[in-house]
């Protein structure tokens, strides 16, 4: 009886093209703070809870230096701050903030790249999908 030990080995084309992926994903240049200044808007949409979340909450945040200034407004008044957060922005994009919005302890947390803020909110009950954009001002 031959005791032949099989191992797997990967093909070098495969971690080839896996280091490469890799590699890209970590080389992206970090966002440029100066081209952050200003309002961003937009929202966090549910993605998990129950109907005591609510649907679509609007965010907006004024960056300034990479210091952000945020507010969360409430759902169905238009215009009415319900919690307002501070936050900074670290040089590889990423923001983490925390609030309490409605009562829920809330993570803020995202990252700015292309143009966009993107990222999630969660607390114990709710989990959302968040996204803004700059507002531009026009001359």
Known sequence: MSSKSTRVRPRPILAAV???VVSACANR???DLAQLDGAWEGRAVRSRGDNSCPAVV???MQIKDGNIA???YHYRTPGLVVETFEAYIETDGEMIARARPFGDDTTIRGYFRD???SGETNSESCTNKI???PQRVAR
């Open 58 to 60: 609007p965010y907006r």
């Open 115 to 117: 143009g966009v803020f």
């Open 70 to 72: 945020g507010e969360i």
């Open 18 to 20: 896996l280091v490469a």
């Open 29 to 31: 240049p970090p966002p």
């Open 131 to 133: 996204s803004l954009r």
